[in-house]
Structure formats: structure tokens, C-alpha cells
């Protein structure tokens, strides 16, 4: 039944001219059917140089709205309409207008993870895997982060020369990892390394043996001669590691980790989206793309040695 699905969401994307962009954290039905899979900046990357029409962003808002941003020219679908961000979703354009001027010296540095809206007012963007990077190279001593006070908090420890202020805001399904967490895990599987994303808390991430974005826990993984390892990173890419390594075992940090969001596109969805009949066509008007732009275009021009 799923391979007659995807046989048709192959067939069908190849007639309506679609690629498929499939973030990490999603099924591995949807993997399995998608051009290109990563994480949300590689993809939006990836998606300016595809030649189709219509490009299928099988994730959450923010991610779409991206792959929008750098390729305005493009029909840009996201596969379910009520896929959010619990953590874009938390801080908007209004909130930091006000918050602005009470830092007014401060370069304002946003996660890729925030709205496309938000972005317009933000100096420079960031992902998880080029945050450190970026904010060293900022001229401004003085940064303010947002909106995940768990990367900032770590950005802050690898770069103690900048003044960085964080705002209360983050990703829940990682901040709800416990230090019980770890404990329970480290008890249950002795001297098997933990990796962790820093969307986790700060006392968590001093825990980990390996702290990275989705993609860097991956090639950890892929690299190391190890060959058992604890994620602390949505479940899917647990689940994602074993399928690749059969013989390795991959132990979720927390059962916690699901993001509920990115588990509401199904193998349907992604089906009705190339037919025509699912999903959402993002539209951004040509101030927004071009204000937002600049956040990321920023953020090309600081990710260097
Ligand atoms: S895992 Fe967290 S940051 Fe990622 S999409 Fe879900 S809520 Fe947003």
C-alpha cells in the first residue's frame, strides 16, 4: 500500500513538475519519495537551484516561507497548512518592535527558526550548526538573540567576548529534556557517548558528550566508530540513524522528543499536495521577501572562518 503511494507521488511529481524538499525530522515514507532531504537552510539552498516550478516544502511554516524568501519566483507549497513552530510561533514582528529600542546598540540576531515576518526587522539570521560562527564574526560587541535562549546561552559560552542578551523563548520539545533525562538514559546504557542539540537547556548541554545541530549529530554518528549512541534530538532522527546502521543501535535521549508539528504531513498529504488538492501555497508579499532577505543574505556574508 505505501510503495503504490509512492510510486503515484513519484509519477505525479514528475508530470506537475514538483520537487520535494523533506526536513530530517520528517517519515521515512516521506524521505524516501523527496529530491532532496537536510536540514531547513540547506533545503531553502538547495531549492534555488532546482529547475521545477513548484517546489513541495514537506516541513513546518517557517521552513517554507524560507525556501519562499530565496526563491520568490518559484510556487511554493507547504505540505500541511496547520504545520507551525511552537518556537517561530512564539515571538513576532510586534514583540520585538517593542523590544528594539530598549537595545538600541544591539545587532539583532534571529534563529532561521522565526517567522518571515520577524525576520524583516532582525540584522542577520542564523541556523544552529553556523550561530557560533556567525556571531564571532559580527562587528558589534553587543548582540541580542532570539528567539531560543538555549542556542543563545550557547552561542554566549563559545563566544565569551560578546556581550549577548537572550530573550526568553526557545524550542519546547527540546527544553522539556530533564537532567532525569540523562540520568535514566546514562543509566540504562553505561559509557555510550550522548549527543545533543543545542536547542536543549544549558545544564543538559554540559552533560553531552557531543553538542550539534540535526545535521552534526548525524555525521557524528555516521564518523564515529562507536557503535551505540544516545540522541538528544527529535525521535524521527533516531529512528532515522538505525534504518541507515542496521548494526549500530540508536537510543532516544527522552521519548519526549516529537515535535507534533512536523508529524502532521503523512505520506497522503504529501500525495494530494502533488495532485493538486493538499498543502498551502505560501505568499509573501515583495516588501517582506525583500526585507527578509537581507537577514539571510547577512547571514551568507558572516558564515566564513
Ligand atoms: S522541533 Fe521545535 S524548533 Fe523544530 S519545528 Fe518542532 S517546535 Fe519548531
Same mark, same amino acid.
Request: proline share 4%; charged share 25%.
Given at each position: 500500500?505505501?510503495?503504490?503511494?509512492?510510486?503515484?507521488?513519484?509519477?505525479?511529481?514528475?508530470?506537475?513538475?514538483?520537487?520535494?524538499? +523533506?526536513? &530530517?525530522?520528517?517519515?521515512?515514507?516521506?524521505?524516501?519519495?523527496?529530491?532532496?532531504?537536510?536540514?531547513?537552510?540547506?533545503?531553502?539552498?538547495?531549492?534555488?537551484?532546482?529547475?521545477?516550478?513548484?517546489?513541495?516544502?514537506?516541513?513546518?511554516?517557517?521552513?517554507?516561507?524560507?525556501?519562499?524568501?530565496? $526563491?520568490?519566483?518559484?510556487?511554493?507549497?507547504?505540505?500541511?497548512?496547520?504545520?507551525?513552530?511552537?518556537?517561530?510561533?512564539?515571538?513576532?514582528? !510586534?514583540?520585538?518592535?517593542?523590544?528594539?529600542?530598549?537595545?538600541?546598540?544591539?545587532?539583532?540576531?534571529?534563529? #532561521?527558526?522565526?517567522?518571515? +515576518?520577524?525576520?524583516?526587522?532582525?540584522? #542577520?539570521?542564523?541556523?544552529? &550548526?553556523?550561530?557560533?560562527?556567525?556571531?564571532?564574526?559580527?562587528?558589534?560587541?553587543?548582540?541580542?538573540?532570539?528567539?531560543?535562549?538555549?542556542?543563545?546561552?550557547?552561542?554566549?559560552?563559545?563566544?565569551?567576548?560578546?556581550?549577548?542578551?537572550?530573550? &526568553?523563548?526557545?524550542?519546547?520539545?527540546?527544553? +522539556?529534556?530533564?537532567?532525569?533525562? #540523562?540520568?535514566?538514559?546514562?543509566?540504562?546504557?553505561?559509557?555510550?557517548?550522548?549527543?545533543?542539540?543545542?536547542?536543549?537547556?544549558?545544564?543538559?548541554?554540559?552533560?553531552?558528550?557531543?553538542?550539534? $545541530?540535526? $545535521?552534526?549529530?548525524?555525521?557524528?554518528?555516521? $564518523? &564515529?566508530?562507536?557503535?551505540?549512541?544516545?540522541?538528544?534530538?527529535?525521535?524521527?532522527?533516531?529512528?532515522?540513524?538505525?534504518?541507515?546502521?542496521?548494526?549500530?543501535?540508536?537510543?532516544?535521549?527522552?521519548?519526549?522528543?516529537?515535535?507534533?508539528?512536523?508529524?502532521?504531513?503523512?505520506? #497522503?498529504?504529501?500525495?494530494?499536495?502533488?495532485?493538486?488538492?493538499?498543502?498551502?501555497?505560501?505568499?509573501?508579499?515583495?516588501?517582506?521577501?525583500? !526585507?527578509?532577505?537581507?537577514?539571510?543574505?547577512?547571514?551568507?556574508?558572516?558564515?566564513?572562518?
Amino acid at each position: 500500500m505505501i510503495r503504490d503511494i509512492q510510486q503515484e507521488i513519484l509519477r505525479l511529481k514528475k508530470e506537475n513538475d514538483i520537487c520535494i524538499l +523533506a526536513h &530530517s525530522y520528517q517519515a521515512h515514507e516521506i524521505l524516501e519519495v523527496a529530491d532532496h532531504t537536510g536540514d531547513s537552510y540547506a533545503l531553502a539552498v538547495k531549492a534555488r537551484s532546482v529547475p521545477n516550478k513548484t517546489v513541495l516544502m514537506c516541513g513546518v511554516r517557517f521552513m517554507a516561507e524560507t525556501v519562499k524568501i530565496l $526563491s520568490p519566483e518559484k510556487r511554493v507549497v507547504l505540505s500541511h497548512p496547520e504545520a507551525g513552530c511552537a518556537m517561530a510561533d512564539m515571538m513576532d514582528k !510586534d514583540i520585538i518592535e517593542q523590544v528594539k529600542p530598549l537595545y538600541k546598540d544591539y545587532t539583532v540576531v534571529a534563529y #532561521v527558526n522565526t517567522t518571515a +515576518a520577524l525576520k524583516t526587522i532582525c540584522d #542577520v539570521c542564523v541556523t544552529s &550548526s553556523s550561530a557560533v560562527q556567525i556571531v564571532k564574526n559580527i562587528e558589534n560587541k553587543n548582540i541580542l538573540f532570539i528567539p531560543d535562549c538555549n542556542l543563545g546561552a550557547y552561542v554566549a559560552a563559545q563566544v565569551p567576548e560578546k556581550n549577548i542578551k537572550l530573550l &526568553s523563548g526557545g524550542c519546547p520539545i527540546h527544553a +522539556a529534556v530533564s537532567r532525569e533525562d #540523562v540520568e535514566n538514559a546514562k543509566a540504562l546504557h553505561p559509557g555510550v557517548k550522548i549527543l545533543v542539540h543545542p536547542e536543549c537547556r544549558p545544564e543538559i548541554v554540559e552533560l553531552a558528550d557531543f553538542v550539534g $545541530s540535526t $545535521s552534526e549529530i548525524m555525521d557524528f554518528a555516521r $564518523s &564515529s566508530e562507536d557503535t551505540e549512541f544516545i540522541i538528544g534530538t527529535e525521535l524521527s532522527i533516531a529512528e532515522h540513524l538505525q534504518y541507515e546502521f542496521p548494526d549500530k543501535c540508536f537510543h532516544p535521549l527522552s521519548v519526549g522528543l516529537v515535535c507534533k508539528n512536523m508529524r502532521l504531513t503523512t505520506l #497522503v498529504d504529501v500525495y494530494n499536495c502533488v495532485r493538486g488538492m493538499g498543502g498551502e501555497e505560501i505568499e509573501l508579499d515583495a516588501d517582506t521577501i525583500r !526585507d527578509a532577505k537581507h537577514c539571510i543574505d547577512e547571514m551568507i556574508r558572516l558564515n566564513h572562518e
